[in-house]
Each structure stands twice: as C-alpha cells, then as structure tokens.
C-alpha cells in the first residue's frame, strides 16, 4: 500500500497545489477536491474518499485546507440562483454564513466578510469530518492500540488539521481552532463511540468497539477528540527546513 501519511480535502481551484503547500513531494499526498473543500455528508464520493484514506491508507493526518479569495465562497456571498446543481452546492456555504451570521454581519468590509467565512468554512469542514463514523471508529481504536503499546504510535489518529492558503504569497496558515469548544454543545447529537470506562490498558479492543454504539467517545473524550489538535504546534520539527508551516507540521510525525 502506499505509504500516505496525509490525506487533503481542498478546494477545486488550481492555485492550490496539495502537495507543493506542505512540503511533500508529488504522489505522496491523497487528495480530494471540491468547489470550496467542503464535506457534505450526502456527498458519497467524498464520503468514499474519506473511507479509504482512513480505513484502507490508514492516513494519520487529514487536513481541510481552504483559500482566500474562494470562487464558491464569494458566490454563496450573492443573493444569486447559481442553476443546480451548483446552487445546491454553494446552499452548504450560506448555511455556514447562517451559523455565523452575528459575527459576519458585524464586519463591514466584504473582503475581510469573505476571508472570514472562508475561515469559518473550513472550521465547518473539520467538524464535519469529526462527525463522521468512520473517524471516530478509527479514532477510538488508535486511542486503544496508543495506550497498551501495540501500535507504536502515541496520539489517536487520524487528527483533523484546519488551513487556509493565501495564492498571492504562498502562505499557509493553520487556523487555531479549539475544537473541544466548538464539539462541547454536540457530543449528545453526534457521538457514536467512546473508551469504555474501565482501564484502558486492560480493554479488548474488538469488544469495545462492537458495544460502543450505544456510547459516546469523539466529541465527548476530549483528550482523545480535541487537546490532540491543539497541541499541534508544541513539537514541531521542521524536517526540510522549509517556512512552511505544513512542513513543519507534519515532519515529526512521518513514519
């Protein structure tokens, strides 16, 4: 199997080339594109994508990376009928808009309204991502494997990673998110699996992944869901010595 560590969902737009933005070179990132990297759950051709990476590649990064300047974001800005099936499309983008509407109303300037929403997209996205049941399964069983030593690795995988890229400078910017406030007021909604209660060291995996769907685990266990996300940048190894911050990113955890 190819040995992919990251798996990107980005945007259509071709001045964002996937593999260039965070340092790897070409066939060693699996890649997803859509009009405004999005992850719509309806959608099975990324939902198939989303699969494979996680289950069959075995990915330990997924990063959602958005871009400034956004074709699909500005024309959701638009009271405009784009003809479906784009305008059924872009529907994903205003309801993000509808769930920030306070904060986007409050900013007068329309660039920096645009730059904000496509932010708040790919903050949406990530969720979306954490929603999803193939995710959490996996999240939980590295979880397990991390804590009796039987994988070798010790973070649950995969971890959700939110970017935006500037086409005009090349920049790369990850947005700092704390996902265990955003995920708090859904863990009764969208929670699927959880470590089971006893010892961890001591669980048999299979098991407490068959008896888990009754439970909750993702949004609800933040050291497993969350804090790994926002200790990202506490070990960071700049591998190539590149200014990326995509590089530097991911250059601790390669294997």
């Given at each position: 199997?190819?040995?992919?560590?990251?798996?990107l969902l980005?945007?259509s737009d071709?001045?964002?080339p996937?593999?260039?933005?965070?340092?790897e070179?070409?066939?060693?990132?699996?890649?997803?594109?859509?009009?405004?990297?999005?992850?719509?759950?309806t959608d099975f051709n990324c939902?198939?994508?989303?699969q494979?990476?996680?289950?069959?590649?075995?990915?330990k990064?997924?990063?959602?990376?958005?871009?400034?300047?956004?074709g699909?974001?500005?024309?959701?800005?638009?009271?405009t009928d784009?003809r479906?099936?784009?305008?059924n499309?872009?529907r994903?983008?205003?309801?993000t808009?509808?769930?920030h509407k306070?904060?986007?109303?409050?900013?007068?300037?329309?660039?920096?309204?645009?730059?904000?929403?496509v932010?708040?997209?790919?903050?949406e996205?990530?969720?979306?991502?954490?929603?999803?049941?193939?995710?959490?399964?996996?999240?939980?069983?590295?979880?397990?494997?991390?804590?009796?030593g039987?994988?070798?690795?010790?973070f649950?995988t995969p971890r959700?990673?939110?970017f935006v890229?500037?086409?005009?400078t090349?920049?790369?910017t990850?947005?700092?998110?704390?996902?265990?406030?955003?995920l708090?007021?859904?863990?009764?909604?969208?929670?699927l699996?959880?470590?089971?209660?006893?010892?961890?060291?001591k669980?048999?995996?299979?098991?407490?992944?068959?008896?888990?769907?009754?439970?909750s685990i993702l949004?609800s266990?933040?050291?497993?869901?969350?804090?790994?996300?926002?200790?990202d940048?506490?070990?960071?190894?700049?591998?190539?010595a590149?200014?990326?911050?995509?590089?530097?990113?991911f250059?601790?955890f390669k294997?």
């Amino acid at each position: 199997m190819y040995p992919f560590n990251e798996f990107l969902l980005g945007c259509s737009d071709a001045r964002v080339p996937a593999n260039e933005i965070i340092g790897e070179p070409p066939g060693s990132v699996f890649v997803h594109r859509n009009i405004a990297n999005m992850v719509v759950n309806t959608d099975f051709n990324c939902m198939s994508v989303i699969q494979y990476a996680v289950d069959v590649l075995q990915v330990k990064h997924i990063i959602v990376c958005g871009h400034y300047d956004c074709g699909g974001v500005k024309a959701a800005l638009t009271n405009t009928d784009h003809r479906s099936p784009l305008e059924n499309w872009l529907r994903n983008i205003r309801d993000t808009y509808r769930l920030h509407k306070d904060e986007l109303d409050e900013i007068e300037d329309a660039t920096l309204r645009q730059r904000r929403l496509v932010e708040l997209n790919v903050i949406e996205q990530c969720l979306n991502i954490f929603k999803t049941a193939v995710v959490q399964r996996k999240r939980v069983e590295t979880h397990l494997s991390s804590k009796d030593g039987s994988s070798g690795i010790n973070f649950s995988t995969p971890r959700i990673h939110a970017f935006v890229y500037e086409p005009t400078t090349g920049k790369a910017t990850k947005l700092r998110v704390d996902f265990a406030t955003y995920l708090k007021d859904l863990r009764s909604v969208y929670d699927l699996y959880q470590v089971p209660p006893k010892s961890i060291d001591k669980v048999n995996l299979t098991e407490a992944i068959r008896t888990a769907n009754t439970e909750s685990i993702l949004i609800s266990d933040t050291t497993v869901a969350d804090n790994d996300n926002n200790n990202d940048n506490n070990n960071i190894n700049n591998r190539n010595a590149r200014k990326n911050i995509f590089a530097k990113l991911f250059s601790k955890f390669k294997k």
